[in-house]
């Protein structure tokens, strides 16, 4: 479903095999989040969907851990912004902003997807949905 969907958008994008039960395992495990369903599945298809140039639309399951671990930790570091594991990230814009779902109470309560700009520490809801996302940032209707 999602590499039909994704080519019925362009078909320049490229797909890695399937992640393994045991990526997708880890993610629970090591950031304790659980996530969506429509990113497990799209997941299940492919461990990262790449455009022209190397460019990451969505990031592998280890990108996942690694980047979310960085950025949850941050703050320990950086007194002037705001906590950000409060999102779980799954993409970046290639400028430092990310991409991600916004966390509260411990887990993901909907599809929204939000940006968070690296430069002012802003956080702004960009799409109402996986299939909004990588619509939006495919074709360019997405900028930042």
């Not at 080519?7 to 095999?17: D, H, L, P, T, V």
């Not at 007194?79 to 799954?90: I, Q």
């Not at 991600?100 to 430069?119: R, T």
Request: charged residues 25%.
């Amino acid at each position: 479903m999602w590499k039909d969907y994704i080519n019925s958008i362009s078909k320049e994008c490229q797909f890695k095999a399937p992640a393994t039960a045991t990526a997708l395992l880890s993610i629970k495990t090591e950031l304790n989040i659980k996530l969506p369903k429509k990113l497990t599945d799209l997941y299940n298809e492919t461990n990262g969907v790449y455009g022209n140039y190397g460019i990451s639309f969505i990031w592998p399951t280890e990108q996942v851990i690694k980047e979310n671990i960085f950025f949850w930790t941050i703050n320990e570091h950086r007194d002037s912004m705001e906590l950000l594991d409060t999102f779980l990230f799954f993409s970046d814009a290639g400028n430092g902003d990310l991409f991600g779902y916004s966390i509260k109470n411990g887990s993901i309560q909907n599809e929204d997807i939000y940006v968070w700009n690296h430069e002012d520490d802003s956080r702004s809801l960009i799409a109402s949905s996986l299939e909004e996302f990588l619509r939006g940032w495919i074709i360019g209707e997405i900028s930042i």
